[in-house]
C-alpha cells in the first residue's frame, strides 16, 4: 500500500496521528459490526480515536513481546492472550540476536503474567469481547519488526473475525508487505524509510502508563474518547 499523501512527519502526539488514521479507516466504508481492538500500552490512544470516529466499541488485545536478550525492545517473539496463548517467533531476528528457541521459553512465563496482570487491570478479569462474525480493526502507534502485530492479527482471526484491518500511523513498507497475507485491508499513514525506531516520528512519545490506558478505556465506555493536547491534524 502506498503511504497517504499530506502527512507529515513527525506526528505530534499518538492522538493526532489515531484522528489522522482514522479519516482513513472511515473511508474504507467498514461494514458492522466493528470492533477495535488496540494493543496496550501505545496502541490505546490511537485506538481511542479511531473507535469514536467510527462509533465502534473498543478493547484490547493483549499481547507481550519477547524482546532479544541484549535489546528487550526488539521483539524477537510475541505471545497473544488466548485459550491457548499464541507464540509467534520472528525467526530471522532471533537467530540475528543471538538468542535460541530456549530464551524465549524462558521468557514466556513472565509475557504470560504481565498478560494475566493487565486483563486483571485493565479489563477486571473479563472474558475478551467475542468477534465471531465481526469487523475487527486492529490498532497501534506503530510497527517495526512486525512479531508484535503478527501475533496480534493472528489471534483475532483464530477467534473468529470474518473481516481484519490493521491500522498503524507509521511502519516500514517491507513489514507492511509481510503482514499484508494476514489481513483483508491495511491503512498506514507513513512508510518512511530509513525507518528505525517508531518513536523518531512523534514529537511527544511517552510511555504510556496504566492510568492512560484506564482513562482512555473508561472514556470509550461513556461514548467518548479523553481529551488531548495534540497539535492540529494537518
Known amino acids: 500500500m502506498r503511504p497517504v499523501a499530506g502527512v507529515t512527519l513527525p506526528f505530534s502526539d499518538r492522538a493526532q496521528a489515531g484522528r489522522l488514521l482514522a479519516q482513513q479507516v472511515a473511508a474504507l466504508g467498514l461494514r458492522p459490526p466493528l470492533v477495535v481492538l488496540a494493543l496496550p ?34 521483539a524477537v517473539a510475541a505471545v497473544v492472550d488466548g485459550e491457548p496463548p499464541q ?12 538468542a535460541g528457541h530456549d530464551h524465549v521459553q ?47 492479527l493472528r489471534g483475532v482471526r483464530l477467534h473468529g473475525a470474518s473481516h481484519v484491518v490493521l491500522a498503524v500511523p507509521v511502519a516500514p513498507a517491507g513489514t507492511l508487505a509481510e503482514l499484508a497475507a494476514e489481513v483483508d485491508d491495511v491503512v498506514c499513514l507513513a512508510q518512511p524509510s530509513p525507518f528505525g525506531a ?11 502508563e496504566d492510568d492512560e490506558v484506564l482513562a482512555a478505556m473508561a472514556a470509550a465506555r461513556d461514548g467518548g474518547a479523553p481529551a488531548s493536547d495534540g497539535a492540529n491534524d494537518a
Open 41 to 74: 500500552r501505545g496502541g490505546v490512544p490511537v485506538a481511542a480515536e479511531v473507535a469514536r470516529a467510527l462509533q465502534a466499541p473498543l478493547d484490547l488485545l493483549l499481547v507481550r513481546k519477547i524482546g532479544a536478550p541484549w535489546n528487550p525492545e526488539l
Open 198 to 208: 517508531v518513536g523518531r516520528f512523534y514529537r511527544d512519545f511517552h510511555a504510556v
Open 106 to 152: 524462558r521468557e514466556l512465563p513472565a509475557a504470560l503474567r504481565e498478560i494475566a496482570r493487565r486483563r486483571h487491570l485493565y479489563m477486571h478479569d473479563r472474558a475478551p469481547r467475542s468477534l465471531q462474525g465481526v469487523t475487527a480493526v486492529v490498532v497501534d502507534d506503530g510497527i517495526a519488526t512486525g512479531t508484535t502485530a503478527r501475533a496480534a
Open 87 to 98: 507464540t509467534v517467533i520472528d525467526e530471522e531476528t532471533l537467530a540475528a540476536s543471538g
